[in-house]
């Protein structure tokens, strides 16, 4: 619990320097066993420190069946945004991602639209799986986050 004790030591020092008092300090954890995290998740936190009973080292993202610590999630909530979404698949050395790449910056450079890109790889260099998500939208926003409802999905294959 190195990285727990760590997070409460730096985060009381400023406001013991400046003497102020605060009510609680929490921490936990995200993105466990490699998932991403998603907005309802962070929703999740927001609820969960709302909430009249909260407690430290909570986890979100997973079910945690051994501490029993998990953040209650709404797997229904969803982001309103107007934006295309667009998810490939692909294998490493494939192209995909250089094609993906280029396909993105032209929507960007050539359109009045905004092209935000996040690429995931696999370790390996060849054969590992890639993932490309591109999302486009008509006005400027700041909300980047991966999305699991895309209007595209495409996996190439050789």
């Known amino acids: ?6 997070y ?3 985060s009381l020092l400023p406001f013991a320097q400046e003497g102020r008092k605060f009510d609680v300090v929490l921490g936990g954890r995200y993105g466990l066993s490699s998932k991403d995290t998603q907005p309802k998740h962070v929703k999740a936190v ?5 909430a009249d009973k909260h407690w430290d ?3 979100v993202g997973i079910n945690d069946d051994v501490t029993h610590l998990s ?3 709404d797997d229904s909530f969803k982001v309103k945004a107007d ?20 396909s993105i910056k032209i929507i960007g450079e050539a359109t009045h639209q905004y092209a935000p890109a996040y690429f ?3 370790s390996r260099k060849a054969g ?5 998500h591109l999302k486009i939208w008509s006005q400027p926003n700041p909300l980047n986050i991966l999305h699991r409802r895309c209007r595209l999905h495409q996996l190439l294959t050789r």
Request: aromatic fraction near 14%.
């Open 1 to 6: 619990m190195l990285t727990a004790n760590l």
């Open 8 to 10: 409460t030591s730096m």
């Open 46 to 50: 927001y609820d969960f420190l709302d």
């Open 57 to 59: 080292s909570f986890t």
């Open 71 to 73: 953040v209650p999630v």
């Open 83 to 102: 934006y295309t979404s667009c998810l490939f698949y692909g294998l490493g050395s494939d192209g995909t991602v250089s094609a993906n790449k280029s």
């Open 120 to 122: 995931a790889y696999d």
């Open 128 to 132: 590992g799986v890639t993932r490309s």
